[in-house]
């Protein structure tokens, strides 16, 4: 079946494109600020006709821009690595037990998506101290895992509602225990809500900038975020320079997103369908 192009598809293209562009603003007037000299004084969104890129070297080895970026991602990467089985695990029975302790349960935790952070945050400092896990990266790592898990829960709650289950069914039906029935059949079938799960929670840990200065406060490890705080604060005159290194604080979650874009998609309309 062949589709005419008519007036109606040409105004809604236009529209798309037209939304792309106000979107890409921003985006454009990062980069060029960041390739502008530093005393350079024509409008941000004036492009700089002689790129400076040595704003990104200086950017790097002013606010320590490798270490900031190897804890962000040593804290985003065991955030993520343990938060996904736990809230997979979780979602399972929570998905296919009809009973009401099920649905209670499941409504207890999304309650946590509306709960405000800042209210757990006193004790929660005080059992990270009593822990003597303040100022190390496990800190981090635990707080982020808890932070997102009803957020998690709720998307792989949905997405499992919408599988299936004839799958599992013939599985235990060849002797696999419930465990083995989720690592090896229901588990696999997660991958595009995983997708999901995995890049926004990253994109939120990765940005976070009040929790590493918390938690890691008073040391050397610091997040990405932070270590530009410190930056723009000590340079703050020095626009270019600071656009560069928020340039590059963007580069791998960028990238991340790139890649999963299409599993974000498919595990939002599996959860919202289920």
């Not at 938060?83 to 009809?98: D, E, H, Q």
Request: net charge positive.
């Amino acid at each position: 079946m062949i589709t005419r192009y008519t007036w109606r598809t040409g105004i809604l293209e236009a529209v798309l494109i037209l939304g792309a562009l106000i979107f890409m603003v921003p985006l454009y007037a990062l980069v060029n600020i960041s390739l502008k000299p530093a005393n350079a004084d024509s409008g941000m969104l004036s492009p700089a006709l002689s790129p400076h890129f040595g704003n990104f070297a200086d950017a790097w080895k002013t606010a320590a821009l490798g270490p900031a970026l190897g804890n962000s991602f040593l804290i985003t990467a065991g955030s993520l690595l343990l938060l996904v089985p736990i809230a997979a695990l979780a979602s399972y029975p929570l998905a296919r037990v009809t009973r009401t302790w099920s649905r209670l349960t499941f409504y207890g935790i999304a309650a946590g998506l509306v709960l405000p952070m800042q209210l757990a945050l006193l004790p929660l400092y005080t059992s990270i101290r009593d822990l003597g896990l303040l100022g190390t990266p496990w800190s981090l790592i635990v707080y982020y895992a808890g932070l997102t898990f009803p957020f998690s829960v709720f998307l792989y709650t949905g997405f499992l509602r919408a599988l299936p289950v004839e799958y599992e069914e013939a599985a235990v039906m060849d002797g696999c225990s419930p465990l083995r029935t989720f690592l090896s059949v229901v588990f696999p079938l997660l991958r595009p809500v995983t997708g999901t799960v995995v890049i926004l929670n990253a994109i939120a840990i990765w940005n976070d900038f009040f929790a590493p200065l918390l938690f890691l406060s008073g040391t050397e490890s610091q997040t990405t975020p932070v270590a530009l705080y410190g930056f723009v604060g000590q340079y703050v005159s020095q626009w270019p320079m600071i656009f560069a290194g928020l340039t590059v604080s963007i580069v791998p979650v960028l990238i991340a997103y790139l890649f999963l874009q299409k599993y974000i998609i498919q595990g939002f309309s599996g959860g919202l369908k289920g």
